[in-house]
């Protein structure tokens, strides 16, 4: 496993399962073409951008293309980083096809390409020390329960008021909204953020 500060971005939830068995932080799945939509995610990445840089981990499809090309023309070209994967015919084990172009996508790739390819557009790995940079004091499944975003009949409903005032996309699950606010924010910050929206 190898700790990437930067989010990374992903076109479906098969390619996120294949990064998070080789990458520790933080991986957004933009859903294929839905992104293109979707202005609650683009704000969402707008941040991440913002707050820790993302890297563009796509298929090397048209499609791949399409999708890395949105996201360069809303992201500055400074808080953005392309990683590509080669081209290898062939088909995922899951389907029963090959894709159009018949290409193997990020999640057909091996674990060791992944890491190449994003170690060649730049990825910040984790330190010598072994400590994840910028990332200190995060929150916790704990932390949510304590300020009443999990485990509670009203949790739901006050998550997304969170999210909301946050600006985050509302469909974010528990775990999701805690990958959000570890991505973006300290705990502590959280916690005055939360103590001043107390009545």
Not at 52 to 62: A, F, K
Request: proline residues 4%; glycine residues 10%.
């Amino acid at each position: 496993m190898i700790r990437v500060r930067e989010a990374i971005v992903v076109e479906g939830k098969y390619d996120k399962i294949k990064l998070s068995s080789l990458v520790e932080g933080v991986i957004i799945e933009v859903g294929g073409f839905g992104l293109f939509k979707d202005r609650e995610k683009l704000r969402y990445l707008r941040q991440l951008a913002d707050k820790r840089g993302l890297i563009v981990l796509t298929d090397s499809d048209g499609a791949g293309f399409l999708i890395r090309h949105k996201l360069s023309s809303c992201i500055p070209p400074h808080r953005l980083k392309h990683a590509y994967i080669p081209d290898i015919l062939g088909k995922e084990r899951r389907k029963a096809a090959p894709s159009k172009e018949g290409k193997l996508g990020v999640e057909g790739m091996e674990l060791s390409v992944l890491r190449r390819a994003l170690e060649n557009a730049g990825a910040t790995l984790e330190d010598e020390k072994g400590e994840r940079p910028g990332l200190k004091g995060e929150a916790t499944k704990a932390d949510l329960f304590a300020w009443g975003l999990a485990g509670t009949p009203d949790s739901a409903a006050r998550r997304k008021e969170l999210q909301r005032r946050l600006g985050l996309p509302e469909r974010l699950s528990a775990n999701g909204l805690l990958q959000a606010l570890n991505a973006l924010y300290s705990r502590e910050e959280v916690e005055k953020f939360l103590k001043k929206e107390e009545p």
